[in-house]
C-alpha cells in the first residue's frame, strides 16, 4: 500500500520536480554522449596489429649513431641488433595510445558520475525519512490538537479554543508543506534510481571493453619499460664513444702546447737577438735627439729675445705717439679758439648790419660744410682713379704671365686628355668655390669640410698634376700663391664685410673653357658641363609643400671600417644604400678619396629609378699594400645633392692596459709575505713581448722629485702651448700637430717645440719670456733625469732591502686579445711605509710603457685597535651608553693586555674587562660604558669643551714586555634632556559646554638631540593638537602647541597636565577654568561649506535647542556660569549677529524658543564679487586700454618723424629742410599736449552695471580669480524671555558668558566652467518656436581650471520641450567645448527649466527659456480644389493664389507637388485603383504630358513668410495632349515636415475650342499605356465627323407621399479662349429628337444657341415622369447634340430616368 501511494505521488509531481533534475540530466547525457564518441571508433578495432617504430625512438637512434665518430661504427652496428631483435614484438601506435588514454578517462568518467549518482541517492533517501518522520509527528500532533480543541468547547474555554485553532491551522499548514516536500523528494529518488540503473546498464555493456583496456595498458606499461632499457644502452654507448673522442682531443692538445712551447722559446731567442742589436742603434738615436733639441732650445731663446725687442720698441712707439697726439690737441683747441673769434666777429657785423644772427650763421656753417665735402669728394675720385689704374695695370701683368705661362704648358707638351679634363674642371671649382686663404693651406695639407667629397678630389688633383708635370705647372708655387690671394675686382661701395676676407673672383680670361689642343666637340662638352656646374646639377625635392634636407641616402652600416687587415690579403664589404627622401631619387657613384684609389675598388650597379624606402646594395673591396692607417671617403651623387660614407682602414695594433694602477697591501707586521696579482691585458690583434721591471729611482726621495717636477713642467708647458696656439697661424698649428702625428713621444716628455712667426713678434708680452724661460729650464732638469734613467735602466738601489720584489713572470710575449697575471710579493722587514714604482716596456716602439705604483706599511707592534677612534656620538646627561672596542693581534703568541681610563673620568667611563688576555691572530674585545652626570664639566674640563660639549678622552692599552702602549681616543658630545614649556600656568576663562576655547604654549627642546614628547593623563575635557600632544623635537626646535578646553558641566576646573619626554622625564603645566552651560544649545558649532564657486550657492541647515525643562540639578545638568544660579526656565530669546557686507545669510536670524523645543536655522553661503570690486576693475580696464592706444600712437608718430627726417636728409635745398626743421618741433609740442589731455578715466560709481565695461570686468575677475577662504564667527547672543513681548531686546536679562558662537568655513573658489557664449550670461533664451518643430542652440563651455573636469548634467524634464542632445564627458584645462540643447514644444505656452553642469568643484546652472507658438495660415482658395479650366493642348494658362502668415513666427514653407515625389515611381508601378478596387485609395496624380514635363508648376516652391505678411503663388497649367483628366496635389509644407494645407489640381485640354461638361463619367481617369500612330488631321476630322461621342445624363425623381420634387441635370457647354482658330470666333450647338423627349416628360432650355470664347453656356435638363411611366423599369431615350467650332462634333446625349421613393 505503502509502495503504491509512493508511486502515485511521484506520477503526480513529476511535472514539478522535473526542474530539479535538469541540470544533472545534462551533466549525464553529456558525459555519456562524450564517452560513446570515443569509444565507438575503438569498437572495430584491434590493438597491437602494426609493428613499426616509434618516431621518438627512430629520432633519438639517429641522432645517436650521428653523434658517433667513424671508429666506432662497427660497435654500434653490434648494438643495434639485440635492439632490432628486441622490437620484433607486437608495438602500439601513438594514435592506439591517445585512444586508449582516452577510454580510460571517459570509463574513470563514468565510474565517478555512478559513485556521485550513487551519494545522490542515499541523501534522498534520507530526506525522504526525515520528511516522513515529520509527517508523523505533525499528525500526531494535530490530532491532539484537534483533541484538546474538543475538550475547550465543552469546557467553554474561548480563549484556548482560539488558540488551539491557530495552532491547528499552523500544523495544518506545516502537514501539507511536508506532503508537498515528500512527493518532491519522492520524485528526485524515483528518477536518481532510473539513473543509476542506466549507468549501471552502460557499466555492463563495457564489461569487455574494461578488460581489453586492462590488457592493453598492461601491454603498454611494458613496452614503456623496454624502451627505457634501450634507450639507456644507446645512453651508455653514446658516453664510451664521447669518453674515448675526449681522450683523443686532449692528445691532441698535448701535442699542440708542446709545438707551441718550442715555438715560444725560438721567438724568445730571436727576440733576445734583435734586442742587443736594437740597444746600438737606439743610444745614436738618443744622441741625435738630445742635439736637436739643443739647437731648437737656441732657437727659442733667440726668438724670445727679438720678442722682447719688439716690446721694447713698441713701448717707445706709444710714448712717442702720446707726445703726439698732445700737440694736435693743443692745436686743435687753438683752432677753436680762433674759429670761435671769428664767429664772435660775425655776430657783431650782422647786428651792425641789423640781419638774422641765427639765419646767417646757419647758412655759413653750411656752405663751409659744404666745400669740405667738396673737397674729400675730388680727393677721394683721386684715390679711386689711381686705384683703379693701378688695379687695371696689374690685372694686364697678371694676364701677360698668365699668357707666358700657358706658352710654356704649350711648348713643353701636352697631358693626356682625360687628366687635362680633370685638372682644369676641378682647377675651376677650387678657385670658383674656396677662399683663397683657405686654399693655399689646402695645397699642403688637405682638412676635413663641408664639402669633402670636392675637397678630395681638388687635393688628389692637384697631387697627381705635381707628379706629372713637376716641372712646368709648379715652378713658382710661391709666386702664383701670392697671385691668386691677390683680389682684382673691388666694388664700388665697401660694405660691412672685411677686406680681408673678399673672394677671389677669376678673371674672365682664366676661366676661359678653351683647353689647349682641344677639337669643337670637346670645347662644346666642356662649356655644357661648366654651364651644368654653374647653374647647379642639384635639384630640390619638394613633396607635398615640404622640402627635404638633409642626407639624401642612409648607408648600412655608417661607417665602411677594415679592422686588423694584413697586407697582401683581399677583404670585401657590403653596404646598403637607403631612399631616405621624400620621393624617387637616383644615386649615382662619384667615386673615393685620391689617396684610396690604388687600395680601395667599388663595385656599384647603378639601380636606376628608386622609390622612398627602396634599397640598393654596393660592394668595397680592399687589397692592402701598405701597412698603415687609411681613412677617407666614398662619395656619390643623388638628385638633391651628394653624400659620402666614411671609409677607415685600421692595421694591427697593440692596445695594452692595465687593471689598476695602485696596489695597496695595507698593513702588516714585519716578518710575513704577502702577494698581490696585477693583470695585464691585450684588447688589439697584435701581439707584442713585454718586460716588467722596476722603474728607476722607486725609492721615496726620486719619486718625489719626480712628481714635482711633473707637476712644476706641465701646468707651464700647457699655458705655453695653449698661449701659442692662440696667437699662431691655422698653418702652423696643422705643422704642429702633422709633426705630433709622426714622432712618438714619451708621455712624461716634452719634445714639442713650437716657433713664432715674425709678423707676431710685437704682439708677445714680457711676462711670456719669464715663463718660456722657466719651462726651458724645467725642461733641462727633466730631460736630465731621463738621460740618467736611459744610462742605468735596471740599476737597483743600494741602500736597504728590497721588501716589494716581482713575482717569477717578468718578462714574455703576450698574445692578441689575450691577458697575462704578474705577482708582486710584499715582504716587510723594516717598521715603516713602504712605496715603490714599477714599468712594464714593450717591443712594439707604438706601444707606451705602462707604469704602476705599489705601497705598502709594516708595523712592530703586534696588537692594535680596528677602530682607533670611537665615536660615541651624541650623549645625554644620566644615560648609560655602551660600545665595543675590537683588538686585533698580529702576534703568533698569545699577549696579556691591560686598559687603563684616566683619573679624571674614572666616575664617568668605564673600561671592561681591567685586564685580558689576546690569542695569535685573533680579536678581542672590551666593553667601554659611558654614564655622563652633571658633574663631567668640572671634573673633566681638561678633556671636555664648556662651549662645543665636545668630549675627547684617550685610551690607552698596555701590552706586557712592549714599551709603547697602544692608544685609542674616544669622542662624545653631552647635553642636556630638558624641555621647557611656556608659560608655566594657562587660565582658560569662560567656556561654554556647546563650544571650546583654544590656548597655544611653546615646548622647546633644550638638547641637541631630537627627542620624542608626549602629554600623559589627559582629561577628558582636554584635546592637545597636533598629533594629540605627542610629537618629535629637533635639536634647539620650538614648536607651538594648542591646547584645547571643552568643559562638559558647568563648574570651576584646576589641573595640571603632564608632559613625559622619551627618557620618562615628566614637565608639568598648570591650568584654570570656568564651565558655562548656557540655557539654548546649538546643534551645530561648526560649519563647513563645500569650495564654493562664485555665484553659487551652498546651503547648510542647523537647529537651536531649548533643552532647560526643569530647575532640578540632581536629576540632570542645569544652566548656569560656574557655580553661580540657575537660569530660570522658559522662552529663551537668541540673535546672531551677521557681519554687514559678508556673503553669508541666516534665516530666521532672530526668534524665540520655548522649553524643549527647537527652531530651524539655515545658513547660506553665495559667494559673489563686490559691485565696487567689479567697477574698480572696469577703470582699470579702461586705463590699460587708453595707455595700450597711447604708446601705439606714440610708436606710429616716431615711425613717421624718422620717415620724415630721412625724407629731409635727402634732400638737396638746404631752404626746404631749414623751414622743415625749424617747424618739426611747433608739431611735437602740439601733439605731447594733445596726447596729455586726451584721457580721464570715469569714477568707478559712474560704472553702470549693464554697461559692457561692467560686464568685461566681471567676466576678466571670475576668470582670474584665484579662490579665497573666509572665516566667520558669528555670536549668538542668548537671553531669557520672549522677543515678541518686549517692544525691544534690551529689557531682557542678558549675560556675555553665555553667548553661543557659530563658526563658519567659507571657501570660495572659481567657477571651472563658464559661459563663453552669449556674452557669458547664463540665461539661454530660444524665443517663439512653432509646436512640433525643433530649435537646436549651441552654448560654448570653457574649463577654465587647470585640471581635467567630468561634467555631470541635471536631469531635465522627459516630458518637457528641452533636451541636451550632447552632452559632454570630460573637458580639459582651457578646451572650449559645445553643448546642444533643443526646444521641441508640444503645445502653445512659455516653458522654463533649470540646467545644472555639475562638476567636482561647482555647479554651473543654465536657465532655459523658450515659448511654443501654433503656426497657421489662411489660402485665398476656397475649398481644396483649384481648377485651371479647360485649355487648348500645347497652351499655357495661370492661376494666382495667396497664402497669409497669421501666427507670430516667420515660416519656413516649401511647396510639394504629388507628380515630383520620390514615391512617384513606385506608386506607378501599382495597378491602377479601379482594378484593385481597394477602399478608400485614391490617385492624386492624373494624366501627365507626354514629353516627361510637369503638367502643373508652382513659383515660388519655398521661402519664408514674415509675421502676418502674404505670399503669392502662381499656378501654370501646360498640358501637351487633350486629356480631360488632368490632376495633381499640392501640399503646403511648414518647417519641412508639417502639411498645413492640400490643394487639388485639375484642369483640361482639348484640341479644339469647344468642350461639353457634365452628365455621368463613362470611363476611368487613367490614359491607356499604348502607344498611337499619329493620325493626320483630315483623317481625325473625319473619324470626329463619323463617330459621337457619347454621354450618359441620369436622372432621379424623388417621389414623396404627397408630391415629387423633378429631376434636374445640366449640360456646360463652352468655348476655350485662344489666339487659334482665328477664322472661328464662336460656338454653336444644337438639340436635336427634342419631341421625342418632350413626349417622355423632359424639359430642355435652351435647345440651340452659341457661346462666345472664354464663355460657357449651361443646358439645363428637367424630367417629370409621365402618366404612362412604369416604376419598374426606367425610361432611356437619346438625343444628339451638335457643336460646330473650327470643327463639327457630335455627342450622342443618352437621357435614362427612374423614380426613387422616399
Known amino acids: 500500500m505503502e509502495d503504491t501511494e509512493f508511486f502515485d505521488i511521484c506520477e503526480k509531481e513529476q511535472t514539478a520536480a522535473t526542474p530539479f533534475l535538469e541540470q544533472e540530466k545534462d551533466d549525464d547525457d553529456s558525459a555519456t554522449d562524450q564517452f560513446w564518441h570515443v569509444v565507438n571508433p575503438l569498437k572495430g578495432h584491434k590493438i597491437g596489429e602494426e609493428t613499426e617504430e616509434e618516431e621518438e625512438d627512430e629520432i633519438r637512434s639517429k641522432d645517436a649513431s650521428d653523434g658517433v665518430g667513424e671508429d666506432s661504427n662497427s660497435s654500434v652496428e653490434i648494438q643495434e641488433c639485440p635492439i632490432n631483435n628486441g622490437n620484433n614484438n607486437k608495438t602500439l601506435k601513438n594514435a592506439d595510445k591517445v585512444q586508449i588514454l582516452n577510454l580510460r578517462r571517459n570509463l574513470n568518467q563514468l565510474d565517478n558520475v555512478a559513485k556521485e549518482k550513487d551519494v545522490t541517492i542515499q541523501k534522498h533517501r534520507e530526506k525522504l525519512s526525515a520528511c516522513q518522520l515529520r509527517l508523523e509527528m505533525l499528525t500526531k500532533e494535530r490530532e491532539c490538537t484537534e483533541t484538546k480543541i474538543e475538550e475547550g468547547k465543552k469546557a467553554g474555554n474561548i480563549a484556548a479554543i482560539f488558540r488551539l485553532q491557530a495552532m491547528h491551522r499552523r500544523l495544518c499548514a506545516e502537514l501539507g508543506n511536508e506532503k508537498y516536500l515528500e512527493s518532491k523528494i519522492a520524485l528526485m529518488l524515483k528518477e536518481n534510481v532510473y539513473d543509476m540503473w542506466q549507468i549501471e546498464i552502460e557499466q555492463e555493456k563495457f564489461g569487455s571493453l574494461r578488460e581489453q583496456l586492462e590488457q592493453d595498458e598492461e601491454e603498454l606499461e611494458r613496452q614503456c619499460k623496454e624502451r627505457a632499457e634501450q634507450r639507456i644502452q644507446k645512453e651508455k654507448a653514446v658516453a664510451r664513444l664521447a669518453e674515448r673522442k675526449q681522450q683523443v682531443g686532449k692528445k691532441k692538445e698535448m701535442e699542440a702546447w708542446e709545438e707551441y712551447e718550442r715555438r715560444h722559446q725560438k721567438e724568445v731567442e730571436d727576440a733576445h737577438r734583435n734586442r742587443e742589436k736594437a740597444v746600438q742603434f737606439l743610444k745614436k738615436s738618443m744622441s741625435r735627439v738630445r742635439q736637436k733639441e739643443a739647437k731648437e732650445e737656441l732657437k727659442t731663446w733667440e726668438h724670445m729675445e727679438k720678442r722682447m725687442q719688439a716690446v721694447l720698441s713698441l713701448k717707445n712707439n706709444i710714448t712717442s705717439n702720446r707726445e703726439k697726439l698732445r700737440a694736435l690737441q693743443v692745436r686743435d683747441r687753438a683752432k677753436a679758439l680762433e674759429a670761435k673769434k671769428q664767429e664772435l666777429k660775425m655776430r657783431a657785423a650782422i647786428v651792425a648790419e641789423g640781419g638774422d644772427v641765427t639765419k646767417e650763421i646757419f647758412l655759413h656753417k653750411q656752405c663751409v660744410e659744404l666745400e669740405r665735402q667738396k673737397q674729400e669728394f675730388t680727393e677721394q675720385q683721386k684715390s679711386k682713379k689711381i686705384e683703379i689704374i693701378a688695379q687695371i695695370l696689374e690685372e694686364e701683368a697678371y694676364a701677360k704671365k698668365h699668357q707666358a705661362r700657358a706658352n710654356t704648358l704649350r711648348s713643353r707638351g701636352k697631358l693626356p686628355d682625360s687628366l687635362r679634363w680633370r685638372i682644369k674642371t676641378w682647377q675651376y671649382i677650387e678657385n670658383a668655390c674656396e677662399d683663397p686663404a683657405t686654399a693655399v693651406l689646402q695645397k699642403s695639407w688637405r682638412t676635413p669640410s663641408a664639402c669633402s667629397s670636392v675637397d678630395d678630389k681638388s687635393s688628389s688633383v692637384a697631387d697627381f698634376s705635381e707628379k706629372a708635370s713637376q716641372d712646368s705647372i709648379h715652378e713658382n708655387d710661391e709666386e702664383d700663391d701670392e697671385e691668386a690671394n691677390k683680389t682684382l675686382v673691388k666694388p664700388e661701395f665697401t660694405g660691412l664685410w672685411s677686406q680681408d676676407c673678399n673672394l677671389y673672383k677669376v678673371p674672365k680670361d682664366e676661366t676661359d673653357p678653351k683647353p689647349l689642343g682641344a677639337s669643337k666637340m670637346e670645347r662644346k662638352i666642356f662649356t655644357e658641363n661648366l654651364e651644368k656646374l654653374r647653374s647647379g646639377i642639384i635639384h630640390k625635392q619638394v613633396v607635398s609643400g615640404h622640402e627635404f634636407k638633409g642626407c639624401p641616402f642612409y648607408s648600412k652600416p655608417s661607417l665602411i671600417h677594415f679592422k686588423d687587415f694584413d697586407v697582401g690579403r683581399t677583404y670585401k664589404k657590403k653596404i646598403i644604400l637607403i631612399n631616405a627622401s621624400y620621393s624617387v631619387n637616383f644615386c649615382k657613384l662619384v667615386g673615393v678619396s685620391e689617396h684610396l684609389k690604388d687600395f680601395i675598388s667599388i663595385h656599384f650597379d647603378p639601380p636606376g629609378q628608386m622609390s622612398a624606402g627602396m634599397s640598393c646594395e654596393v660592394v668595397v673591396t680592399f687589397k692592402p699594400m701598405i701597412n698603415e692607417v687609411l681613412e677617407g671617403k666614398v662619395t656619390f651623387l643623388a638628385q638633391n645633392g651628394s653624400f659620402s660614407i666614411p671609409l677607415k682602414c685600421t692595421i694591427k695594433r697593440c692596445v695594452l692596459a692595465l687593471d689598476k694602477e695602485l696596489i695597496d697591501f695595507g698593513t702588516h707586521v714585519v716578518g710575513e709575505t704577502i702577494s698581490r696579482t696585477i693583470i695585464l691585458t691585450n684588447q688589439g690583434a697584435l701581439g707584442t713581448r713585454f718586460k716588467l721591471q722596476t722603474s728607476a729611482g722607486d725609492n721615496g726621495t726620486h719619486t718625489a722629485v719626480k712628481s714635482s717636477l711633473e707637476k712644476m713642467v706641465n701646468p707651464a708647458l700647457n699655458g705655453i702651448i695653449s698661449e701659442e696656439k692662440a696667437s699662431s697661424s691655422p698653418a702652423e698649428s696643422s705643422i704642429s700637430e702633422n709633426k705630433d702625428q709622426v714622432s712618438p713621444v714619451h708621455t712624461e716628455e716634452v719634445t714639442q717645440h713650437i716657433s713664432l712667426p715674425e709678423s707676431q713678434k710685437t704682439e708677445t708680452s714680457l711676462g711670456s719670456s719669464h715663463v718660456e724661460q722657466h719651462s726651458r729650464d724645467t725642461l733641462n732638469v727633466e730631460a736630465d733625469l731621463e738621460a740618467e734613467k736611459a744610462q742605468s735602466p735596471s740599476e737597483p738601489p743600494s741602500e736597504g732591502p728590497v721588501e716589494i720584489t716581482l713575482g717569477k713572470v717578468t718578462e714574455g710575449e703576450i698574445g692578441p686579445f689575450s691577458s697575462v697575471k704578474l705577482q708582486i710579493i710584499f715582504t716587510p722587514s723594516i717598521p715603516g711605509d713602504v712605496h715603490a714604482e714599477f714599468e712594464i716596456a714593450f717591443d712594439n716602439p707604438d706601444c707606451k710603457p705602462l707604469h704602476f705604483c705599489v705601497i705598502g706599511v709594516s708595523v712592530d707592534v703586534p696588537v692594535w685597535v680596528?677602530?682607533?677612534?670611537?665615536?660615541?656620538?651624541?650623549?645625554?646627561?644620566?644615560?648609560?651608553?655602551?660600545?665595543?672596542?675590537?683588538?686585533?693581534?698580529?702576534?703568533?703568541?698569545?699577549?696579556?693586555?691591560?686598559?687603563?681610563?684616566?683619573?679624571?673620568?674614572?666616575?664617568?667611563?668605564?673600561?671592561?674587562?681591567?685586564?685580558?688576555?689576546?690569542?695569535?691572530?685573533?680579536?678581542?674585545?672590551?666593553?667601554?660604558?659611558?654614564?655622563?652626570?652633571?658633574?663631567?664639566?668640572?671634573?673633566?674640563?681638561?678633556?671636555?669643551?664648556?662651549?662645543?660639549?665636545?668630549?675627547?678622552?684617550?685610551?690607552?692599552?698596555?701590552?706586557?714586555?712592549?714599551?709603547?702602549?697602544?692608544?685609542?681616543?674616544?669622542?662624545?658630545?653631552?647635553?642636556?634632556?630638558?624641555?621647557?614649556?611656556?608659560?608655566?600656568?594657562?587660565?582658560?576663562?569662560?567656556?561654554?559646554?556647546?563650544?571650546?576655547?583654544?590656548?597655544?604654549?611653546?615646548?622647546?627642546?633644550?638638547?641637541?638631540?631630537?627627542?620624542?614628547?608626549?602629554?600623559?593623563?589627559?582629561?577628558?575635557?582636554v584635546e592637545i593638537q597636533p598629533s594629540d600632544g605627542f610629537g618629535m623635537l629637533l635639536p634647539l626646535e620650538s614648536l607651538k602647541l594648542d591646547i584645547i578646553f571643552k568643559a562638559n558641566k558647568a563648574k570651576e576646573y584646576s589641573f595640571e597636565l603632564t608632559c613625559k619626554s622619551e627618557i620618562n622625564r615628566q614637565f608639568k603645566l598648570s591650568c584654570k577654568a570656568v564651565g558655562v552651560h548656557p540655557p539654548l544649545e546649538l546643534s551645530h558649532s561648526l560649519v563647513k561649506f563645500a569650495a564654493t564657486a562664485l555665484n553659487d550657492v551652498s546651503t547648510a541647515t542647523l537647529y537651536v535647542v531649548n533643552s532647560h525643562v526643569s530647575l532640578n540639578r540632581f536629576t540632570h545638568a542645569v544652566p548656569r556660569i560656574g557655580n553661580g544660579e540657575t537660569a530660570p526656565v522658559g522662552p529663551t530669546s537668541f540673535e546672531?549677529?551677521?557681519?554687514?557686507?559678508?556673503?553669508?545669510?541666516?534665516?530666521?536670524?532672530?526668534?524665540?524658543?520655548?522649553?524643549?523645543?527647537?527652531?530651524?536655522?539655515?545658513?547660506?553661503?553665495?559667494?559673489?564679487?563686490?559691485?565696487?570690486?567689479?567697477?574698480?576693475?572696469?577703470?582699470?580696464?579702461?586705463?590699460?586700454?587708453?595707455?595700450?592706444?597711447?604708446?601705439?600712437?606714440?610708436?606710429?608718430?616716431?615711425?613717421?618723424?624718422?620717415?620724415?627726417?630721412?625724407?629731409?636728409?635727402?634732400?638737396?635745398?638746404?631752404?626746404?629742410?631749414?623751414?622743415?626743421?625749424?617747424?618739426?618741433?611747433?608739431?611735437?609740442?602740439?601733439?605731447?599736449?594733445?596726447?596729455?589731455?586726451?584721457?580721464?578715466?570715469?569714477?568707478?560709481?559712474?560704472?553702470?552695471?549693464?554697461?559692457?565695461?561692467?560686464?568685461?570686468?566681471?567676466?576678466?575677475?571670475?576668470?582670474?580669480?584665484?579662490?579665497?577662504?573666509?572665516?566667520?564667527?558669528?555670536?549668538?547672543?542668548?537671553?531669557?524671555?520672549?522677543?515678541?513681548?518686549?517692544?525691544?531686546?534690551?529689557?531682557?536679562?542678558?549675560?556675555?558668558?553665555?553667548t553661543l558662537y557659530l563658526e563658519l568655513h567659507c571657501p570660495a573658489v572659481a567657477p571651472s566652467v563658464v559661459v563663453t557664449s552669449n556674452n557669458g550670461k547664463n540665461i539661454i533664451n530660444f524665443g517663439e518656436v512653432a509646436v512640433g518643430h525643433r530649435l537646436i542652440k549651441q552654448i560654448t563651455v570653457q574649463n577654465i581650471s587647470q585640471e581635467q573636469l567630468a561634467l555631470g548634467f541635471s536631469i531635465l524634464n522627459p516630458n518637457g520641450p528641452f533636451l541636451l542632445v550632447s552632452p559632454v564627458g570630460t573637458v580639459e584645462p582651457g578646451e572650449n567645448q559645445f553643448l546642444f540643447i533643443s526646444f521641441c514644444p508640444n503645445e502653445s505656452k512659455v516653458f522654463f527649466e533649470t540646467l545644472d553642469i555639475r562638476s567636482i568643484k561647482a555647479t554651473l546652472t543654465l536657465s532655459i527659456v523658450g515659448q511654443g507658438v501654433a503656426p497657421s495660415i489662411a489660402c485665398s482658395v476656397d475649398g481644396e480644389v483649384l481648377n485651371m479650366g479647360y485649355v487648348i493642348a500645347k497652351e499655357k494658362v495661370s492661376s494666382t493664389f495667396k497664402i497669409q502668415n497669421t501666427s507670430t513666427l516667420p515660416l519656413q514653407y516649401s511647396i510639394k507637388l504629388a507628380s515630383l515625389s520620390l514615391t512617384r515611381e513606385q506608386e506607378q508601378q501599382r495597378l491602377p485603383f479601379f482594378i484593385t478596387s481597394s477602399p478608400g485609395r485614391t490617385d492624386s496624380v492624373g494624366t501627365q504630358n507626354y514629353s516627361g514635363l510637369s503638367v502643373f508648376s508652382v513659383f515660388p516652391v519655398e521661402g519664408v513668410i514674415e509675421p502676418g505678411k502674404y505670399q503669392d503663388f502662381t499656378v501654370t497649367f501646360s498640358p501637351d495632349h487633350e486629356s480631360l483628366y488632368y490632376c495633381d496635389c499640392l501640399k503646403v509644407v511648414l518647417f519641412g515636415k508639417e502639411i498645413a494645407r492640400v490643394i487639388w489640381l485639375k484642369g483640361a485640354a482639348r484640341n479644339h475650342m469647344m468642350f461639353v461638361e457634365g452628365g455621368d463619367p463613362l470611363d476611368v481617369p487613367i490614359e491607356s499605356l499604348a502607344v498611337t500612330s499619329p493620325m493626320s488631321e483630315d483623317a481625325v476630322k473625319g473619324e470626329q465627323e463619323e463617330s459621337a461621342k457619347s454621354i450618359l445624363l441620369s436622372l432621379e425623381y424623388i417621389q414623396a407621399e404627397t408630391s415629387g420634387t423633378p429631376a434636374v441635370r445640366e449640360l456646360k457647354i463652352g468655348a476655350i479662349r485662344t489666339a487659334q482658330f482665328v477664322s472661328k470666333k464662336n460656338v454653336e450647338f444644337s438639340l436635336d429628337n427634342l419631341p421625342l423627349l418632350q413626349q417622355k416628360g423632359f424639359t430642355i432650355e435652351p435647345v440651340k444657341g452659341t457661346v462666345d470664347r472664354g464663355q460657357i453656356k449651361s443646358i439645363s435638363v428637367s424630367w417629370v415622369p409621365p402618366a404612362d411611366f412604369d416604376p419598374d423599369h426606367p425610361l432611356m431615350v437619346a438625343a444628339i447634340l451638335t457643336l460646330k467650332g473650327d470643327i463639327k462634333e457630335s455627342y450622342k446625349v443618352l437621357f435614362i430616368a427612374r423614380v426613387v421613393s422616399t
Open 866 to 1021: 680596528t677602530n682607533p677612534n670611537v665615536d660615541l656620538k651624541i650623549c645625554m646627561y644620566d644615560r648609560l651608553y655602551q660600545d665595543s672596542v675590537i683588538i686585533r693581534s698580529r702576534a703568533k703568541a698569545a699577549l696579556r693586555l691591560k686598559f687603563e681610563v684616566c683619573k679624571e673620568l674614572s666616575n664617568h667611563m668605564e673600561l671592561l674587562p681591567k685586564t685580558g688576555y689576546i690569542q695569535a691572530l685573533s680579536t678581542f674585545s672590551v666593553q667601554l660604558k659611558f654614564l655622563p652626570r652633571h658633574s663631567l664639566p668640572e671634573d673633566a674640563e681638561k678633556y671636555f669643551d664648556t662651549e662645543t660639549r665636545v668630549l675627547e678622552v684617550p685610551m690607552t692599552i698596555t701590552v706586557a714586555d712592549k714599551t709603547k702602549p697602544v692608544e685609542f681616543i674616544v669622542h662624545a658630545i653631552v647635553t642636556t634632556s630638558d624641555l621647557e614649556i611656556s608659560p608655566a600656568e594657562v587660565n582658560f576663562g569662560y567656556c561654554t559646554i556647546c563650544e571650546a576655547v583654544q590656548t597655544t604654549i611653546t615646548l622647546t627642546n633644550k638638547s641637541i638631540l631630537p627627542q620624542e614628547f608626549g602629554f600623559v593623563g589627559l582629561p577628558e575635557f
Open 1136 to 1298: 546672531f549677529l551677521v557681519p554687514e557686507e559678508s556673503p553669508v545669510t541666516i534665516m530666521p536670524s532672530v526668534g524665540t524658543v520655548l522649553p524643549g523645543k527647537k527652531c530651524l536655522i539655515q545658513v547660506y553661503f553665495r559667494p559673489v564679487l563686490s559691485e565696487q570690486l567689479i567697477r574698480e576693475e572696469a577703470v582699470q580696464m579702461l586705463c590699460r586700454a587708453d595707455t595700450q592706444r597711447t604708446m601705439l600712437k606714440k610708436i606710429r608718430e616716431s615711425d613717421m618723424q624718422k620717415r620724415k627726417d630721412e625724407t629731409l636728409s635727402g634732400k638737396k635745398d638746404g631752404k626746404k629742410s631749414s623751414f622743415a626743421i625749424f617747424r618739426q618741433p611747433s608739431r611735437v609740442r602740439g601733439s605731447k599736449h594733445g596726447a596729455n589731455s586726451a584721457f580721464e578715466p570715469p569714477k568707478p560709481e559712474e560704472i553702470k552695471t549693464n554697461s559692457e565695461e561692467y560686464i568685461a570686468a566681471q567676466y576678466s575677475l571670475i576668470r582670474n580669480f584665484t579662490g579665497k577662504f573666509e572665516r566667520y564667527i558669528i555670536p549668538c547672543f542668548v537671553a531669557s524671555g520672549d522677543i515678541d513681548e518686549k517692544k525691544g531686546s534690551e529689557n531682557l536679562k542678558y549675560s556675555p558668558h553665555n
